[in-house]
């Protein structure tokens, strides 16, 4: 660090400006050789503004970019990867049916008169994969990996590509901690090369992990530039949202009461092969439990919920809600002793073309309080939608007749978990309430989940993020390709075990699979 | 004070959707009138002052009361004109009403031709068949009307079961539907007896209702319009008009229906029966195309001439350009139905008065209907570039929440990969 004072690459007040809105204003990071210099901030603080500045997929109205001291001018991805600038995007951007090979040299193909040479690819790709550890069956298509393959896949473009600036998007969030472990580790091993990393990430304990320092962004503002070493996880929060964050979830032990939900041997086929998703499922949710269904993404858990919610339907199996089968129940049958915060909020939560107050009533437009002979009572929707705003704290630009389309992620979130736990269902379930939220809106939403289930709530929550797996829930069910795997109690199990049997690696019935 | 209620009104939605609309028609006409003027400069049996009448028609056709006996043009209230504006305007409000519906839900309706067709041939077969001294013919009428309205419905199903329950594209089952429809009605009407109705001196079969005695009721328009073929049918799709407001606005069915037009997986996770949806709202618009058709031919005299099949109703078609002029709005539906059929008149106005012929309305019509095309440009223009910054796009882009935001950081080039 300290033997070199200049920077690979330096952003320098640089302001951003949509109209109406200013996304950066007046920010400066500065990017040192051979460190790992984290970006920290809620959705909406600039962030991916800024990364898509350096990327050349947005001109700033003021300030300059700086590629080791020398002023440049980056019009267009292309300029970024003549500067040897790569990155991970969150979403993978490869050809599903290519070969890992095939992705790996997209765009970047060496031919002869027009022939490619793929040869000489490979050996260059199996060097590189050698050298850091990053396996990857070359032959494989993309679209028979695992997410974490795919992640060194994009891993391994970049460095095929020679880049020496890598920019990393929010990699751990489709990762398993084992997997977050190994990529950690690679991070680092690629900055003690003297390359240097850029780390998007909004998960405080990574950060203090891997990173040298750290960059806060809040609401378009830089807020600071720290390291690491001298910080902790209640400051950087602190800075990022701009007053003190309740960082763990405070709860009392759960007090169980009747059983709610009831599945037996459920059964739910799958869209994408000829399996079931889910298999011969079996477990039940009591009153005032908070329980978490944990796995690795695409192991059966949205089929699981459509299942109980009756999006799709069950091929087997019996499906028991506050004493009445609802097994072969419509979906509004079942809404009425379930709400459901559904995992994608753009295709399933909302009508984004809707305003904020008719999607308040989504569920509840034909109760006798909203219409009467078939007419909407538009007055008591209007009282109904400002009393919701005013209570789960819903920010919009123009209150109850905001277009649900323009408000950000983390209200459009608010706002379905406003409708939903408002309907005072005796069961709540919540698929990835989180995900993709900052932590003030994390710490809202937890609170509200922990105030539903002391009221005597069943809770049953579908999480891939073990943090608020382990912090939220009474008891942990693990899913694995479609099979219930394992109970436990969050208060005994470690989260690396927990990692095991989400890996599928081993199970409570001695079945795992050797690594 | 008065100045910020104004801003206000002209920020407004509804106010920009108007005006958008309005400055399309402007423009259609200029351009209406300097191909006129073209035209009469680059013609020789055209004078300048035939150029000055054909564009004074142009802007004004509809108050043509013919020329003095100077032979200059006169202008004044032109009952006849203002009458078959009306009556010709009819059938234009519902089968727009047809696809401003269908479209607020979500589906495009082209198969409002062959919706009109259904409802064309069920209405006709209805009103000649009972027997009118056995039945009022008011109550025949209403048979026909309601029969003709049902069919249109049924058939306007089709294309919607098609698409909810085999997911074929609905644009696609209209285009058929059409056709089908098409042949389908040449191939009735040819096996039916009604052939026997046919005024013999025509070619082909010619069917008007009233031969058996059925004509929509007058409902005092001909005095006020004395010399017009105008009816009661138009207060019948004003009404009609004003229900589907009120429907789609107003009611929890309308919301439904709106609901799942927007997002079908949202309504279905709400319990919204999805499929059900799509079928009633294919029906509802397919029921008004047909009702469309049958406002125009029971009208009495109005005379269906069929000998094979040539072309579909050109008035199906037409429902599209009122209602993407109409901003998919019921009762701008109404305006928008009224303009066209006054360019309808202006045509024949045209003809009679000037050298020019009719076909100079349809330039204008396919300018404002291109326009039209470009309504959202237009707002933008009229809004300015400081509104659009309250705009959901630029929020977005603004606010790259990682799930909604077609992510900047996301190079669509894949430029990242080169």
């Given amino acids: ?515 | 004070m008065k100045k910020n209620r104004l801003s206000a009104l002209y920020a407004k939605d509804g106010t920009q959707k108007l005006l958008a609309s309005l400055l399309s028609i402007l423009i259609g006409l200029v351009v209406g009138s300097i191909i006129v003027l073209i035209v009469g400069l680059t013609s020789k049996n055209i004078s300048l002052s035939g150029a000055w009448d054909g564009i004074r028609l142009i802007f004004a056709g509809i108050f043509s009361t013919g020329r003095s006996a100077t032979g200059a043009l006169t202008f004044g209230f032109n009952p006849t004109s203002l009458g078959n504006m009306l009556f010709r305007a009819t059938p234009l409000v519902m089968t727009g009403l047809s696809i401003a519906v269908a479209y607020q839900t979500g589906l495009f309706n082209i198969g409002a031709p062959g919706q009109y067709l259904m409802g064309t041939m069920v209405s006709l077969m209805v009103a000649l068949s009972i027997p009118t001294d056995l039945v009022p013919p008011v109550l025949v009428w209403i048979i026909a009307f309601l029969a003709g309205a049902l069919a249109g419905a049924l058939w306007g199903a089709i294309p919607g079961i098609l698409n909810a329950f085999l997911n074929i594209n609905v644009v696609l089952a209209c285009i058929m539907t059409n056709w089908l429809a098409a042949n389908l009605v040449t191939w009735l009407f040819d096996i039916s007896s009604f052939k026997n109705m046919a005024e013999g001196t025509k070619t082909g079969y010619i069917y008007k209702t009233a031969y058996n005695g059925v004509a929509t009721a007058k409902c005092g328009l001909d005095k006020l319009f004395p010399g017009s073929q105008v009816n009661g049918g138009i207060l019948v799709a004003i009404v009609l008009a004003i229900a589907m407001y009120i429907l789609i606005n107003k009611t929890t069915l309308g919301y439904q229906l709106k609901a799942c037009g927007s997002n079908r997986h949202a309504a279905r996770y709400a319990g919204i029966q999805d499929k059900r949806n799509i079928v009633l709202s294919m029906a509802i618009s397919g029921g008004l195309a047909g009702a469309g058709a049958a406002l125009y031919y029971l009208s009495g005299n109005t005379e269906f001439f069929w000998s094979t099949y040539q072309s579909l109703p050109a008035v199906g078609f037409n429902g599209i350009p009122v209602a993407l002029l109409a901003v998919n709005n019921p009762i701008a539906v109404i305006f928008s139905a009224l303009f066209m059929s006054m360019l309808d008149i202006v045509g024949l106005q045209m003809t009679n008065l000037t050298a020019y012929n009719e076909y100079i309305t349809d330039v204008i019509i396919a300018t404002i209907v291109y326009l039209s095309a470009f309504a959202l440009v237009i707002r933008m223009l009229l809004s300015g570039r400081k509104k659009h910054g309250g705009e959901p796009a630029a929020a977005k882009a603004a606010e790259p929440e990682k799930a909604t935001a077609p992510v900047p950081a996301e190079p669509e080039k894949g430029g990242d990969e080169a």
């Fill in chain 1, 1 to 515: 660090m300290d033997k070199a004072p200049e920077y690979v690459v330096e952003m320098l007040h640089i302001t951003k400006e949509f109209p109406g809105i200013i996304a950066n204003d007046d920010i400066t990071l500065q990017l040192r050789k051979g460190e790992i210099h984290a970006l920290l901030g809620e959705n909406g603080a600039g962030k991916s503004t800024l990364m898509s500045v350096l990327f050349g997929l947005y001109q700033p109205e003021a300030g300059e970019i700086r590629k080791d001291g020398v002023k440049v001018e980056i019009n267009n991805p292309n300029d970024a990867t003549a500067l040897k600038i790569g990155m991970v995007h969150q979403h993978f951007k490869l050809v599903d049916v290519f070969t890992v090979l095939d992705n790996i040299i997209l765009g970047a193909e060496t031919t002869k008169m027009g022939f490619l040479q793929k040869k000489a690819a490979r050996k260059k790709v199996e060097a590189l994969s050698e050298k850091y550890g990053l396996k990857v069956d070359l032959d494989a298509k993309v679209e028979d990996i695992t997410v974490g393959m795919q992640q060194r896949v994009e891993i391994l473009k970049m460095l095929y590509r020679d880049n020496e600036i890598l920019i990393f998007d929010e990699p751990t969030a489709v990762l398993t901690p084992q997997e977050i472990e190994e990529l950690m580790a690679t991070m680092k091993e690629f900055a003690k090369e003297g390359k240097s990393i850029l780390f998007i990430s909004h998960k405080l304990n990574e950060i203090m992990e891997v990173s040298d320092r750290v960059t806060v962004l809040r609401k378009g503002k830089y807020v600071g530039t720290v390291n690491t070493r001298d910080t902790d996880k209640q400051a950087l929060s602190n800075m990022m949202v701009g007053r003190p964050v309740q960082l763990e979830v405070v709860k009392t032990p759960a007090e169980p009461g009747e059983e709610v939900l009831k599945v037996e041997d459920l059964c739910v086929p799958s869209h994408l092969h000829k399996r079931n998703a889910v298999n011969h499922v079996s477990f039940s949710v009591r009153a005032g439990e908070i329980v978490c269904i944990a796995g690795i993404d695409g192991n059966g858990q949205s089929e699981l919920v459509y299942g109980l919610t009756g999006l799709d339907k069950a091929s087997a199996g019996k499906i028991t809600l506050c004493g009445k089968d609802i097994s072969h129940a419509s979906i509004r049958q079942r809404g009425e002793n379930m709400s459901h915060i559904p995992e994608d909020r753009h295709k399933h939560g909302l009508v984004l073309d809707f305003s904020l107050e008719q999607n308040l009533v989504l569920q509840t437009f034909r109760e006798p309080r909203f219409q009467k002979g078939g007419f909407i009572k538009k007055d008591a929707v209007r009282q109904y939608s400002d009393q919701l705003i005013e209570q789960f704290d819903v920010r919009s630009g123009q209150g109850s007749v905001t277009v649900a389309r323009s408000m950000s992620g983390g209200n459009q979130q608010k706002a379905i978990i406003a409708r939903e736990l408002d309907r005072q269902k005796s069961l709540v379930v919540a698929v990835q309430p989180t995900r993709g939220l900052d932590v003030g809106a994390i710490e809202y939403i937890h609170g509200q989940l922990v105030k539903e289930r002391d009221e005597g709530k069943a809770i049953l929550l579908v999480s891939l993020e073990l943090d608020e797996v382990m912090s939220l829930s009474d008891r942990i069910l693990v899913i694995y390709e479609g099979e219930l795997v394992g109970e436990f109690d969050p208060k005994t199990i470690s989260v690396q075990e927990l990692g095991l049997y989400m890996a599928g690696a081993k199970r409570a019935d001695g079945k795992g699979e050797q690594q």
